[in-house]
Structure formats: C-alpha cells, structure tokens
C-alpha cells in the first residue's frame, strides 16, 4: 500500500512551561514522510512533552504542531490520521491480546476486523488469543505498535518504543518501522540512546533543555561527527613517526601508543613506509557515539 498524502509533522515554536522550568522551548523541526525519524535527548530534554503537545494532550504554551497541515485537534477523525505510543503498552492482564484490540476498536469506531490486520501487521498472530499477562516485554511492544496502527494512520509516534529491547528486538523493530516508512508513512521515534537511533532511524532531531541542538540525516550527523576519527598507531619508532607525521596531523603518545587525528590511517602508512617505520598495528578508532551525543548535548541537560 502507497499512501498518498503526506503525514509531515511540523513542530514551530514549539513552547512549554511549566512554571519556570522550560520543557520545551521555541522548538522548531519537520519531519518527512516515508523516512524514520529519531527524536533523541538526554533525559528530562523535553521529548515526551513535545509528542504530547503534538498529540494535544498538553497545550503548549506558544507555537505550533501539525501533522499533514493539521493540528491534532482538528482531526475528525485523529486514529485514521495519528498512532501513536506514549508509555509501555498496559492492556488489563486477563484479556487476550486480541481482545484489547477489539475493544480498542470498537472505542475508535474502527471495523473489529482491523484487531486480526493489525496483530498480523506485528506478527502477533499466533499468540492473539494469548492473555496479556503472559505477554513478553517484546510481545507487549508489539501489542503497543498493533494498537497504534489500528487506525491504519498516516503518521506514527512512538516514545522510547525500543526501550527494554534486546538486539534482536530492535532489528525487528527497525525492520517494522521501515516497512511503515516505506508505504510513506510519517514515523517518529524518541530515544534517548544515540546508538539506539543509529540502528532505527534515517534521519535524527537532536534537542537537549527544550532546544534543537541538531538535524539531519542520520548518515550526515554520525559523519560530522566521524571528523574525530583518529588512528591508532603501535610502532617501535614512534618519535621518528611522530616526526614524519609533524606538521601533517596532530599526534599524542599515550603508553608508546601513537593517537593520530587529522589525517587517515591510509595516510599514516604511506607517511610510515616513506619514513621507513615499521608498524605494529594501524587502527582507525571510530569515537563512541555515545560520548559524542554526550558532547553535543553537554551543559544543555540540566538537572532535571
Ligand atoms: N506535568 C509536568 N509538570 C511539571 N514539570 C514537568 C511536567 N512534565 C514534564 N515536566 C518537566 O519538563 C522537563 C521535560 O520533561 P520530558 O518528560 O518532556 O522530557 P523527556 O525528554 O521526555 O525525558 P525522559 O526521557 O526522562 O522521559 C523535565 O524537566 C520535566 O521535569
């Protein structure tokens, strides 16, 4: 299935207050349909009250949030338009998986047959009449994505939905939320795991103390960052490296390590072969995205 019509969410002037402290503030971003967007923050960053103030489940303050041209409120109908996932998925532990969603249904005025689309759509099929209760934290994610795609909506929001998840949980999660992106769907995804968004996402929103900080394609953001890149070179010869290496790159020594940033391992070889130093090891060490997010949101996270 294509969809048609565009999904964009466009968050402008995003504000909210809550008292002195600024959840969220003058934030401005889009995001595209058919991609996977990360929406990434250290904690207490403001994420949650954004999707919320998107979702019109708490007025902003100032500004403004729509989802294919319209807000929220304006929906005459907002689960063909909007799914979303705010918290871990609850459904009351006696019902089978099935029947929450038949009840979930019946509420939105949505066919009892979409409960049977949406737990095939996650793969939930063989434990749709399996009680919530013995539902695996992976499972209960996927209960949580089958309800959000009830709707069969245009756009999905999800907060932290990777939260908990093991590797293979999270491959199948990404493989999931590209399929919704690949039928141009709008797909919003909040984490605040860098490495995490790295693996779900196409492009990210980076906001730290209610403020953008960055965004852009995944690719563009992690290779802005790669400029950091450094080599690691082991050699017997190390100052005469060091030497060779002057005026090219910037070079430390660190327990008769040689850490070269600046230039590429490729370059370092060559500049090694043409001094005539033997290596032992030439590495490049890419940085810990972690640290990097870390660094890029340094300062801004605040106590909260
Ligand atoms: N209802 C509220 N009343 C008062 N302060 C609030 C309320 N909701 C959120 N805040 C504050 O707003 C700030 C942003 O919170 P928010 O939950 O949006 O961040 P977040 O990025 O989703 O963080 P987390 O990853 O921890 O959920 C925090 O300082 C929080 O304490």
């Known amino acids: 299935m294509t969809l048609t019509e565009d999904g964009q969410i466009v968050v402008s002037g995003l504000t909210k207050h809550y008292g002195k402290v600024k959840a969220v503030d003058d934030l401005s971003f889009a995001v ?14 403001g994420k949650t009250t954004t999707l919320r103030m998107i979702l019109n489940l708490v007025t902003p303050t100032s500004g403004t949030a729509t989802i294919g041209g319209q807000r929220y409120s304006d929906f005459p109908h907002p689960v063909r338009q909007v799914g979303a996932i705010l918290e ?5 532990k006696g019902r089978t998986g099935r029947n ?6 019946a509420a939105a005025g949505l066919p009892l047959s979409r409960a049977d689309e949406a737990l095939e759509l996650v793969g939930l099929t063989p434990a749709a009449k399996r009680k919530f209760r013995g539902y695996s934290l992976g499972m209960r994610q996927r209960l949580g994505i089958a309800s959000a795609m009830l709707g069969d909506p245009k756009a999905l929001i999800l907060d932290e939905p990777a939260n908990g998840l093991d590797p293979e949980g999270i491959r199948w999660m990404r493989d999931l939320l590209r399929k919704f992106a690949g039928e141009g769907r709008t797909v919003l995804v909040s984490s605040h795991l860098l490495s995490e968004m790295e693996l779900l996402a196409d492009d990210i929103v980076i906001i730290a103390n209610g403020k953008l900080v960055k965004q852009g394609p995944v690719e563009t953001i992690v290779n802005g960052i790669s400029q950091a890149e450094r080599v690691r070179v ?7 490296l060091a030497q060779a290496l002057a005026g090219k790159a910037t070079v430390t020594q660190e327990n008769g ?10 370059a370092v070889g060559e500049a090694a072969l043409r001094a005539g130093v033997v290596l032992h090891e030439l590495v490049e060490e890419r940085p810990d995205l972690e640290q990097v997010f870390l660094e890029l949101t340094a300062g801004k996270a605040g106590i909260r």
């Open 100 to 105: 929450h969603l038949r009840i979930m249904c």
């Open 32 to 45: 595209r349909s058919g991609r996977v967007t990360g929406f990434l923050g250290p904690n207490g960053a």
């Open 88 to 92: 871990a998925s609850a459904a009351h």
């Open 257 to 266: 390590v040689l850490l070269v940033t600046g230039i590429g391992a490729p």
């Open 234 to 240: 082991r050699t017997p010869d190390a100052d005469k």
